[in-house]
């Protein structure tokens, strides 16, 4: 049994020969019982440790047995296999389980403590083929063997598009739908030699497995193909690397002169964000020949709005592009102060709107003014998650009193009451106050290893935590007040069952 508090401090002991044990010198509060046991299905249970004298509260809490899975491994002439590494794992909405086991001697293997359910196999062995997310329905299949043949490296061939050799790609093999971490026998990245060749080991045994090979390379735009292993083995499988395409953009004002130190973003497949230089110039190297969108900004000469360039047309487009700040007559000012009204300094400030956006940061006195603006409604933006955040919408220029009052985001925390085995689940905050705050919901996925959640990060406000399961809430608590930097709690979300 192990028993944990919410300050994270641990004590183990272990049941005697009645299933008993005595937990002494624990602090008064809430505690978490974990209760383990090599044939039981992991359970929990929530302590309340009274303050003061008295006798201590009995608890009784029943273990339901879980199911074995036993197997041999062999290689393909019917000999043992020592050291092989076997995963079972599931990743349910309830939440991710797995187990893990190494093969004797002997080539045999056992998982015990396994809830019923299909669950994904993985095997693996140095010098071997390995066995990837093969399905096993634990409680009804019991003895089984597995087969891991000699290893065989495939070869992987990186090119450029016109058919020559590209050295130094780098080769990533991934099997999908197999969960993460469930085949480290397979190598997980090769560098292309001079040759253009790359060695891929411990791929699946079964030659017609999916998998998907993504290349990168410091000068060319990455890419990806989906193959199979069958394909990989015969070697003929190669991965082109299209020519890199570049944007070249130029800032410049309403007059032509060229503008040193705006703000340039692209967004498209690739996203990315530079200043120009003391010519105005900004080069965007490495890109793949699609569709972009780029805008320059600055704080006072105003946005050049959006301005669509498309690599992929014929004759490629005109370099370099010109973004033209026009200064609009809207101006945004303000200030950004703490929850005590005191000012704060170099806070990110951001306007968005539909005839561009700007960005700035605050003086030493809090304040922050954006000017060149065209007319129009902007959301204006304040802080970081860290330091919290503050937004006002509906903005319309110009504004020259905006108050941004940032508070530290605070936290909740608290226990599930379940009473069956250890599950898992997702535990959604949904901001329910202030009314003209923007909807928001973080979610915090966690595993069947402890009934407890803590989820950080929480603009103050007033939430509803709910406990999810397979899309449907199981169990939930409203009104929750989150203050600012504060930890709420112990949140108890109780599953009727």
Same mark, same amino acid.
């Given at each position: 049994?192990?028993?944990?508090?919410?300050?994270?401090?641990?004590?183990?002991?272990?049941?005697?020969?009645?299933?008993q044990?005595?937990?002494?010198?624990?602090?008064?509060?809430?505690?978490?019982?974990q209760?383990?046991?090599?044939?039981?299905?992991?359970?929990?249970?929530?302590?309340?440790?009274?303050?003061?004298?008295?006798?201590?509260?009995?608890?009784?809490?029943?273990?339901?047995r879980?199911?074995?899975?036993?197997?041999?491994?062999?290689?393909?002439?019917?000999?043992?296999?020592?050291?092989?590494?076997?995963?079972?794992?599931r990743?349910?909405?309830?939440g991710?389980?797995?187990?893990?086991?190494t093969?004797?001697?002997?080539?045999?293997?056992? +998982?015990?403590?396994?809830?019923?359910?299909?669950?994904?196999?993985?095997?693996?062995?140095?010098?071997r083929?390995?066995?990837?997310?093969?399905?096993?329905?634990?409680?009804?299949?019991?003895?089984i063997?597995?087969?891991?043949?000699?290893?065989?490296?495939?070869?992987?061939?990186?090119?450029?598009?016109?058919?020559?050799?590209?050295?130094?790609?780098?080769?990533?093999?991934?099997?999908?739908?197999?969960?993460?971490?469930?085949?480290?026998?397979?190598?997980?990245?090769?560098?292309?030699?001079?040759?253009?060749?790359?060695?891929?080991?411990?791929?699946?045994?079964?030659?017609?497995?999916?998998?998907?090979?993504?290349?990168?390379?410091?000068?060319?735009?990455?890419?990806?193909?989906?193959?199979?292993?069958?394909?990989?083995?015969?070697?003929?499988?190669?991965?082109?690397?299209?020519?890199?395409?570049?944007?070249?953009?130029?800032?410049?004002?309403?007059e032509?002169?060229?503008?040193?130190?705006?703000?340039?973003?692209?967004?498209?497949?690739?996203?990315?964000?530079?200043?120009?230089?003391?010519?105005?110039?900004?080069?965007?190297?490495?890109?793949?020949?699609?569709e972009?969108? +780029?805008?320059?900004?600055?704080?006072?000469?105003?946005?050049?709005?959006?301005?669509?360039?498309?690599?992929?047309?014929?004759?490629?487009?005109?370099?370099?592009?010109?973004?033209?700040?026009?200064?609009?007559?809207?101006?945004?000012?303000?200030?950004?102060?703490?929850?005590?009204?005191?000012p704060?300094a170099l806070?990110?400030?951001?306007?968005?709107?539909?005839?561009?956006s700007?960005?700035?940061a605050?003086?030493e006195?809090?304040?922050?003014?954006?000017?060149?603006?065209?007319e129009?409604?902007?959301?204006?933006?304040?802080?970081?998650?860290?330091?919290?955040?503050?937004?006002?919408?509906?903005?319309?220029?110009?504004a020259?009193? +905006?108050?941004?009052?940032?508070?530290?985001?605070?936290?909740?925390?608290?226990?599930?009451?379940?009473?069956?085995?250890?599950?898992?689940?997702?535990?959604?905050?949904?901001?329910e106050?202030?009314?003209?705050?923007?909807?928001?919901?973080?979610?915090?996925?966690?595993?069947?290893?402890?009934?407890?959640?803590?989820?950080?990060?929480?603009?103050?406000g007033?939430?509803?935590i709910?406990?999810?399961?397979?899309?449907?809430?199981?169990?939930?608590a409203?009104?929750?007040?989150?203050?600012?930097?504060?930890?709420?709690?112990?949140?108890?979300?109780?599953?009727e069952?």
């Open positions: 049994m192990t028993l944990g508090s919410s300050l994270r401090r641990f004590l183990a002991v272990e049941t005697d020969g009645d299933g044990c005595a937990l002494r010198g624990l602090e008064p509060g809430l505690q978490v019982a209760i383990r046991h090599p044939d039981y299905l992991t359970a929990h249970q929530l302590l309340e440790i009274p303050t003061g004298g008295g006798d201590p509260p009995l608890y009784e809490v029943r273990l339901h879980g199911h074995r899975l036993r197997g041999r491994v062999d290689d393909e002439r019917g000999n043992p296999v020592a050291l092989a590494g076997i995963i079972v794992s990743a349910a909405d309830e991710p389980e797995r187990s893990r086991a093969s004797g001697g002997d080539g045999t293997f056992v +998982l015990s403590a396994l809830a019923p359910g299909t669950w994904s196999l993985s095997a693996w062995a140095a010098g083929r390995s066995i990837a997310s093969r399905p096993v329905e634990i409680g009804s299949e019991d003895d063997r597995l087969v891991l043949p000699a290893d065989r490296p495939a070869t992987v061939w990186t090119r450029r598009a016109d058919g020559s050799p590209l050295p130094g790609a780098r080769v990533t093999p991934r099997v999908p739908e197999a969960p993460p971490g469930s085949l480290p026998g397979i190598q997980p990245s090769r560098r292309s030699d001079d040759r253009g060749q790359a060695a891929l080991h411990g791929l699946p045994a079964d030659p017609a497995r999916k998998v998907i090979l993504e290349g990168d390379h410091n000068d060319y735009p990455d890419t990806a193909l989906e193959t199979t292993v069958e394909e990989l083995m015969q070697g003929n499988v190669a991965l082109v690397f299209e020519e890199p395409a570049e944007i070249e953009a130029l800032v410049v004002d309403a032509g002169a060229a503008v040193a130190g705006a703000r340039v973003a692209l967004a498209g497949p690739v996203s990315r964000e530079l200043s120009s230089t003391s010519a105005g110039s900004v080069i965007f190297r490495r890109l793949p020949r699609a972009f969108t +780029l805008e320059a900004w600055t704080e006072r000469r105003g946005s050049s709005g959006p301005v669509c360039v498309d690599l992929s047309s014929t004759p490629p487009p005109a370099m370099p592009v010109p973004l033209v700040l026009r200064p609009g007559p809207g101006v945004l000012a303000g200030r950004v102060v703490d929850g005590d009204g005191l704060l806070v990110p400030v951001a306007a968005e709107g539909p005839e561009g700007a960005r700035t605050t003086g006195d809090g304040s922050f003014r954006i000017e060149g603006l065209a129009g409604t902007y959301r204006v933006s304040a802080g970081t998650r860290e330091r919290g955040t503050a937004r006002i919408g509906g903005v319309s220029t110009p020259g009193d +905006l108050l941004l009052r940032l508070e530290p985001p605070g936290s909740v925390f608290g226990f599930i009451l379940d009473p069956g085995p250890a599950r898992g689940f997702s535990i959604a905050a949904q901001r106050e202030p009314a003209d705050a923007e909807p928001s919901s973080r979610v915090y996925r966690f595993s069947s290893k402890e009934p407890r959640f803590e989820i950080g990060g929480l603009p103050p007033r939430y509803r709910l406990l999810m399961r397979a899309g449907r809430s199981e169990a939930e409203a009104g929750v007040e989150v203050r600012p930097g504060e930890r709420t709690g112990p949140i108890l979300l109780r599953i069952g």
